[in-house]
């Protein structure tokens, strides 16, 4: 996935690793969220083995054992050098992005969906 690719559309991008609190505790929403149609595309990225994060493999078995995530689409930074490019110094970051495909806000921390929701109607 390239996200030149989704130009036209507005794309929010959670940050998150599997050795998280915060992360795991959010997953539900995220869930929740990527399940409903809100006019924007939902995201995540998880950078395998990196910043202490399982092997590609050991995560893909690890997250298919997780429940409430079928609507969650989980995206590999496999170098971890677009969280990098993107200034993501902690887990969960969100990422928000207009529909031009520009990076409108970076927040570290959980974000609820109500907060997601309410960004995005500020964001073209």
């Not at 505790?25 to 399982?54: M, W, Y």
């Amino acid at each position: 996935v390239r996200l030149s690719g989704l130009r036209g559309e507005k794309v929010y991008l959670k940050y998150w690793a599997s050795w998280c609190p915060i992360c795991l505790g959010g997953l539900e929403d995220i869930n929740t969220l990527s399940g409903e149609d809100n006019g924007f595309r939902i995201l995540t990225i998880v950078a395998p083995g990196q910043k202490g994060e399982k092997g590609m493999e050991d995560f893909k078995t690890w997250f298919s054992g997780v429940e409430n995530t079928e609507n969650i689409t989980v995206l590999f930074d496999t170098d971890g050098a677009y969280g990098a490019q993107a200034g993501v110094r902690g887990y969960p970051t969100s990422e928000y992005i207009g529909s031009d495909g520009v990076l409108v806000k970076l927040v570290p921390g959980h974000a609820d969906n109500d907060t997601i929701k309410s960004t995005f109607e500020t964001i073209k």
